[in-house]
């Protein structure tokens, strides 16, 4: 069996996280999903929502190159005013960094079903722009979302662990929740 490239390990890492977060989602019900732990524990749907939110943004600024130039979904769809989100400050990016768990808590997210439908075109997309990466993308010079100058695969590596610590989040939430709180047994 040959070795796989770094973008076949990349794209493989990516797939499995988005597949153990909406796992984690699939278990709780709607109650359980919105229930805020504590004031200073987001919900599970809010967390499906950032990441949803993630991988539209991370999906439209690698497009132009790995595919075509595309907008978010979250544009193109109109959620943020299908959502009743319009006028709402979303923290950077728009998609819930640095807003603070007061905020967080007050954003208007619709059912999870909702959410959750937003998060699987989210995370389909992203798969379908790293799935174009090769070695010479890979490596092609990127200046990521935090102006840092690196290359597409390290910026998509930072990608996937950012997932994965909302992954571990949503493990832990649904552990206090009385659920599984792991994914991967």
Known sequence: MPI???PEIVLSRLSR???QI???IDALT???ASNWPNDKAPSC???LWHMAR???YVQSLLSPFLDEKTQEIWDVSELAEKWTFKGIDLGMWGAGSGLGNEVGRTLPL???SEVRLYAVESFDLIEKRISKLE???FNAPFTDWHDNETNIGDAVIGYIAHANRHLGMLEAISGILGKDGSVTV
Do not use: R
């Open 45 to 47: 749907k809010w967390h």
């Open 22 to 24: 909406l796992q984690s």
């Open 17 to 19: 996280v988005n597949a």
């Open 54 to 56: 993630w991988a539209d």
């Open 135 to 137: 070695t010479d993308t």
């Open 30 to 32: 709607e109650e359980e």
């Open 110 to 112: 619709p059912k999870l």
């Open 4 to 6: 796989p490239t770094p």
